[in-house]
């Protein structure tokens, strides 16, 4: 699921995509996937495709939040937790570095 999440962030362009491990490092989730858009629209449109991504396997969010502002995005799949951020909040809050010692899961390039 954290790959498909991936994928959809691609396809709508987001950049600094990192799927992280955490499976036995936390219990509330297997995997964090990160990604950053260039602006509220396109978080919200990032968070948007995620969903409809998913829905499409029957998955739904057990919770979201951050919209309507969407500086940043946190959306709860249960063992997948996606943080989709503007810029600036990706570099405030840093999770990038909380994780540094996490295994990075391989993302599929863009076409």
Known sequence: MAILVAVAGIEKKASGLEVIDVAGRVDYADFLVLMSGRSDRHVTALASAIEEALRKRNKRALAVEGLPHANWVLMDFGDVVVHVFQDDARSAYDIDAL??????????LPP
Do not use: S
């Open 99 to 108: 994780w540094m010692d996490a295994r990075r899961v391989p993302v599929p």
